[in-house]
T-cell receptor, first 111, second 115 residues
């Protein structure tokens, strides 16, 4: 079983829809969870990070962590064509551990 | 791209040649990293450095070498020993070690093609 699993997509949704992106993981020691957005031929940019369980909201983006299920989600409200990108989840067990990345989900927002 | 510069954006080399990829940051970050990204493979850690003049191997260090002589700079050399060097290479940095290897900031990447 891989440490971090992420559906590669592509996921296509109409503009204005709510998007749900997800990752599952196997290492119960993970406590730091991140989401990165990567546009084509660009480096990833950090969107959000959370510590332990719970929700975190930033504008149209909400990150959710369910440690009991080993499942994290990123919700995008009122999706825009500019949200079309690859979204990478990432996590680590402690502040001094290396980050484990998911393979990324390609998202297409259709105008 | 968050104060991290990678050059060049595209690089072409013949098989058997060593090539050095540049990474510079002006974020005053102590830690720097090199990743390789292949389609369907995600990000794989090649080398990382938490302080000047010190670096550690990541998961796929074979065929690569690095140096960290200055805080701002962390060049990566892809040697002829790397069996499959064609890939997208990403450099990243993060704040002071001990305050988190999370929250890494990435450069724009260098796409290396070896023929």
């Amino acid at each position: 079983q891989k440490e971090v699993e992420q559906d590669p997509g592509p996921l296509s949704v109409p503009e204005g829809a709510i998007v749900s992106l997800n990752c599952t993981y196997s290492n119960s020691a993970f406590q730091y969870f991140m989401w990165y957005r990567q546009y084509s031929r660009k480096g990833p940019e950090l969107l959000m990070y959370t510590y332990s369980s719970g929700n975190k909201e930033d504008g149209r983006f909400t990150a959710q962590v369910d440690k009991s299920s080993k499942y994290i989600s990123l919700f995008i409200r009122d999706s825009q064509p500019s949200d079309s990108a690859t979204y990478l989840c990432a996590m680590s067990a402690s502040r001094d551990d290396k980050i484990i990345f998911g393979k990324g989900t390609r998202l297409h927002i259709l105008p | 791209d968050g104060g991290i510069t990678q050059s060049p954006k595209y690089l072409f080399r013949k098989e058997g040649q060593n090539v050095t990829l540049s990474c510079e940051q002006n974020l005053n970050h102590d830690a720097m990293y090199w990743y390789r990204q292949d389609p369907g493979q995600g990000l794989r850690l090649i080398y990382y450095s938490q302080i000047v003049n010190d670096f550690q191997k990541g998961d796929i260090a074979e065929g690569y070498s690095v140096s960290r002589e200055k805080k701002e700079s962390f060049p990566l050399t892809v040697t002829s020993a790397q069996k499959n060097p064609t890939a997208f290479y990403l450099c990243a940095s993060s704040p002071t070690p001990g305050q988190g290897l999370y929250e890494q900031y990435f450069g724009p990447g260098t796409r290396l093609t070896v023929t």
